[in-house]
């Protein structure tokens, strides 16, 4: 190996290292924080304003600083992402890597465009994905450090490691997929597109049925909801809206942060209604009982299928999209600086995810305005359904006070990756005197 290859792979191994300590040295008032924030004491004279303007939202400036930091880590590690895939591929890395995978293999690497072999592949894309989540980390401590020096962190970061390698293990399962992408492609080089997309509509269905029975155990406990006047409430709420056989369960959240939510998860036999434990903790009943039936709504009105198809749509148009691109992509980085021998070789990989990240980055806005539509539809039926106007203002403005959430973010940054209506939107359409004049009289369980 060469001393300028020595200096590459030690500036790729160590760049995210540097970043990790510049964080650790940051200036402790940045990241300053006495005590949760849910439990923090209002500033002077602020309770005879929210006492008067219970609906508007009143944050201190240590949420502004918090939404900044956020929005930061949160940018900055899109963009860092970006860079680790280009620097990995034009810095040779995934070339020497490639031939260390065929080495443990005792293959030699073909000089032909041709499909990688299955065990070649998974040496190569077990340790290359490892990289990657050595390359991620110092975004992930990061965030980690910022919600724990607010409050809202629970997580050791032994916590955070373990489900970091828990994830990397169960990414592993991609292997098979692209072992049949690569050999799609090899037979079909015109049409393979095509074929994928006819099968990304059952894949999809059968993530979501595996998702909530198989991987998101593994991150956390789920319990059906136990017997008590509250799940009374809740599955009269759900018969009501005509969901007769709710299945609720309650999500141990409280494991690693004090944020609340609650949400719909799963199709067909996994399908069910999930909430937060921290949500039952700090919220009170009418809250409780709105956001479940904003979640209800999602059920009702089978937002999960209709996700499920325009995700199998938009992906035929990424799908088409790579196809054109692919023989640019080819002349353009193939044999040249990159020392790439074609698109089928395995250390094509990281640059094919580099423009596949690049296009789904592109669609967002479109996806997300998808998403701000059923949460906007969410909401309305949740308000139809319970006529818990107000407690259904208050809980939007318990995001922002309580999580510190914006109630009113950049338009462009909405624009591009907001996946609900902004929570000033939601206030105003809860008290709106339209949604009050369609609510139907509420009968009490």
Known sequence: MSFVRIQNLRLFVLIPWVLILCLWLLPSPLLAQQGSPSLAAPAKGRSATLHSDPFTPHLPARALTYRKIQRTIGLGGILWGLLGLWLFVRSGLSVRLRDFAYRLSNQSVPDTNSPPPFRALLQYYGLFSLIALLWHLPIGLAALATEQAYGFSREPLAMHLLDSAKGWAIGLAAVPLLAFVYRLYDRSPRRWWLWLWGMTLPLLV?????????????????????????????????????????????????????????????????????????????????????????????????????????????????????????????KRECRKKTGLRGLTDLAALPLLMLYGNLLLLAQDPIANAE??????????????????????????????????????????????????????????FALSSEMKSNVPPRTHP
Do not use: C
């Open 206 to 330: 059968g993530i979501l049925i595996l998702e909530p029975m198989i991987i998101a155990p593994l991150f956390n406990t789920y319990t059906p909801l136990g017997d008590s006047p509250l799940r009374g409430k809740i599955l009269a709420l759900a018969n009501r809206a005509g969901v007769p056989n709710a299945r609720v369960f309650v999500e141990n959240t409280s494991l690693r942060t004090t944020h609340v939510n609650a949400y719909v998860t799963g199709v067909g036999p996994a399908a069910r209604v999930v909430i937060n434990d921290t949500a039952i903790q700090s919220l009170p009943e009418d809250q409780l009982l709105a956001m479940i039936g904003h979640e209800l709504g999602h059920y009702v009105e089978k937002h999960v299928w209709y996700g499920l198809l325009s995700g199998a749509v938009g992906s035929g148009a990424i799908y088409l999209l790579f196809f054109r691109l692919l023989p640019l992509i080819e």
């Open 371 to 428: 998403s701000r539509y059923m949460e906007h539809r969410a909401d309305a039926f949740g308000l139809r359904t319970t006529g818990l106007h107000e407690a259904t203002a208050r809980l939007m403005v318990g995001f922002a006070e309580r999580d510190y959430s914006d109630p009113d973010p950049p338009a462009l940054l909405h624009f591009w990756f907001g996946t609900h209506p902004t929570l000033k939107e939601r206030i105003a």
